[in-house]
């Protein structure tokens, strides 16, 4: 750590050079949002181009990359919509955790404030917590009891490592066109081995780029890779077998295949408890409006279900561009809509026995909230009940209060983990934290 710039950040990285840093990445990101709308119609690559051939200048030099931002965001009015997005507090101040409205019986505490752009978790057999993030770590956090013990970061310089996997030992880790591993890291905490790459043969296109990962009943790898835009058929990959799909490989990255189509961007997953079939989220589109489409919650029946994605949204929205000839109802109904701009991301089925016995094998979703709409929605965590075959399907709000009621937020809730003694965990990238919930009969 010593000679790293941000290593004097503290307490959830809120010093101003980190609220900086988390500034720069974001508007990056944003870049090539704005980018592609302004590049014509809906970005696509001529026939013969590589998959990782830069769209629209996004990967241009500093400078000129630079005033183009500053023409763009003029242009269409978006400066004040990403002040307010971004915009992080740059003092150091404890998440006001009294906020949280949670149902009778729930209690919520800070298990740490110190994990700067938090994203998927996932837990060892030994009880350390792996976190990974957008700004380029990789967090350990040594548990006791349900109580941090230590925190230490075990990877750093990364591509946006937002997902995590644990197996065999070995913690695999997202990082945009690569996954790596650290091997035997329960042992290495504090002298962290150098990853060794499984794979660096993914997409390196940044937007929708970061991946949430996960190990499956079936010992693979699901390594999803969102769509290169706001909504798009790239040309260079029409039967999108590259761009938003869900692909799994084996564990030392052989045999990567897509198991499912049409899907935008997931950035949750999780299998169900009793038929071990894929569950996950998906986010909607932007720029239909405030109401749709719908992000969704989709069930994988069968390798190979289309979802689709360019061609329908939310379930029952033809795109306006794409849609035509491709009605919806030739894909796959989600199980729930949840919601237009609610942002789902992280999800798990809970499993466990703390909570009362209702919300066993039930579903809670992370809800990052929205950011191009005129009132915000999301910003909360919610719970969807339903039968193991996707019928009856039925959502509630579990814990909200990082929205303020001025419409400013203080967290993120990006995804959310149950521990084995039966409390959830929930990470909140914007401020850092990763808070525990409990329950006690009231």
């Not at 941000?6 to 609220?19: D, F, K, P």
């Not at 090539?32 to 590589?50: E, H, K, M, N, Q």
């Not at 091997?183 to 929708?208: C, F, G, M, N, W």
């Not at 814990?399 to 990470?427: C, F």
Request: a neutral charge; glycine letters at 10%; proline letters at 7%.
């Amino acid at each position: 750590m010593q000679g790293d710039r941000t290593s004097a950040v503290r307490h959830g990285g809120r010093t101003r050079l980190a609220a900086a840093q988390r500034l720069l990445a974001r508007a990056r990101a944003s870049f090539g949002t704005i980018c592609r709308r302004r590049c014509g119609r809906f970005f696509a690559r001529p026939a013969d181009a590589s998959l990782h051939q830069p769209a629209c200048g996004v990967h241009a030099s500093p400078a000129a990359g630079a005033r183009g931002v500053g023409r763009i965001v003029r242009d269409i009015g978006a400066a004040l919509a990403l002040a307010g997005l971004f915009a992080a507090p740059l003092a150091h101040a404890a998440p006001p955790i009294d906020r949280i409205k949670l149902p009778p019986g729930f209690h919520i505490e800070v298990l740490s404030d110190d994990v700067s752009a938090a994203r998927e978790m996932t837990l060892s057999p030994k009880g350390i917590l792996y976190v990974g993030s957008m700004e380029g770590r990789v967090y350990a956090l040594e548990l006791r009891d349900g109580k941090l013990v230590k925190r230490h970061v075990v990877a750093s310089g990364l591509n946006m490592p937002v997902g995590v996997a644990w197996r065999d030992g070995a913690l695999y880790v997202s990082a945009v066109s690569s996954i790596v591993r650290l091997d035997a890291i329960d042992s290495h905490l504090d002298d962290p081995p150098k990853p060794a790459v499984v794979t660096d043969q993914l997409p390196d296109e940044r937007h929708h780029g970061w991946k949430f990962i996960a190990f499956g009943p079936d010992g693979k790898l699901y390594v999803p890779q969102g769509a290169p835009c706001n909504v798009c058929l790239p040309a260079s990959d029409p039967q999108r077998s590259h761009f938003a799909m869900i692909g799994r490989m084996d564990p030392d990255g052989s045999h990567y295949e897509t198991i499912a189509r049409g899907v935008r961007n997931t950035v949750g997953f999780a299998w169900h408890p009793q038929t071990h079939e894929l569950w996950f989220t998906d986010n909607g589109r932007d720029m239909l409006g405030d109401d749709i489409p719908d992000d969704k919650l989709n069930r994988l029946a069968r390798v190979g279900e289309d979802f689709g994605f360019p061609y329908c949204h939310g379930g029952n929205v033809s795109d306006p561009e794409f849609g035509r000839d491709h009605p919806c109802s030739g894909f796959t109904p989600p199980v729930e809509k949840l919601g237009a701009h609610v942002a789902s991301l992280g999800m798990r089925f809970y499993t466990g026995t703390m909570f009362p016995a209702a919300y066993r094998n039930s579903l809670f979703i992370a809800e990052h909230g929205s950011w191009n709409r005129s009132r915000k929605v999301g910003y909360r965590v919610v719970r969807v009940t339903a039968d193991a075959n996707g019928a009856n399907a039925h959502q509630e709000v579990f814990a909200q209060g990082w929205l303020n009621p001025d419409e400013t937020q203080w967290g993120r809730p990006a995804d959310v983990l149950p521990l084995p003694d039966g409390s959830l965990l929930i990470s909140d990238d914007y401020a850092g934290a990763i808070y525990r919930v409990t329950y006690a009969q009231p």
